[in-house]
């Protein structure tokens, strides 16, 4: 017994004796609580997580491979769009510069006819002019010769009267 004695004194002076009811604490804690159940869900939990996140990239990788996919026909794509363009533009730019060179022709037939016209009537306006001036200049040569020269006055009167008589 003094053995025993020795062992109980040990175990006072080491605190061994307060962990071993910390630790009675604890297991009491842990059964009547049934952690290991918990424990269990926790981990039955994780695992499902686990699997769900398996699920997750496996659907990610295949929509990422169907990406891929739709962007390796992309660049083809994007060069039949600008080939389309450029042709569409170059159509449009021959069609533009075939209204303008007609728009031009236009331009430049309506100018040689208007400057025919206005050459016509300046043209008319000269003959105009120059026919009053004419007859203005025969009207004061016939005065002048008339009143140079009464006899021929009463000639073309005499003329005159002999003219209508006969029609």
Wanted: hydrophobic share 40%; proline share 1%.
């Amino acid at each position: 017994m003094e053995s025993l004695g020795v062992i109980l004194d040990y175990i006072g002076r080491t605190n061994l004796f307060n962990f071993v009811i910390f630790l009675s604490v604890f297991v009491l804690i842990f059964w009547k609580a049934k952690l290991g159940e918990k424990l269990e869900a926790v981990k039955n939990g994780i695992v499902e997580h686990i699997e769900e996140s398996k699920t997750t990239k496996a659907d990610s990788e295949s929509h990422l491979k169907e990406i891929e996919q739709t962007l390796e026909h992309i660049e083809e794509e994007i060069d039949g769009i600008i080939r389309k363009s450029e042709e569409s533009a170059k159509l449009v730019g021959g069609k533009i510069l075939e209204d303008a060179q007609k728009v031009v022709e236009n331009i430049k037939d309506n100018s040689h006819k208007l400057v025919e016209n206005k050459t016509a009537l300046v043209k008319n306006d000269i003959l105009k002019r120059a026919s009053l001036a004419s007859i203005e200049v025969a009207k004061n040569h016939i005065i002048n010769e008339l009143n140079n020269n009464p006899e021929l006055h009463q000639r073309l009167i005499d003329e005159g009267v002999n003219g209508f008589e006969l029609n």
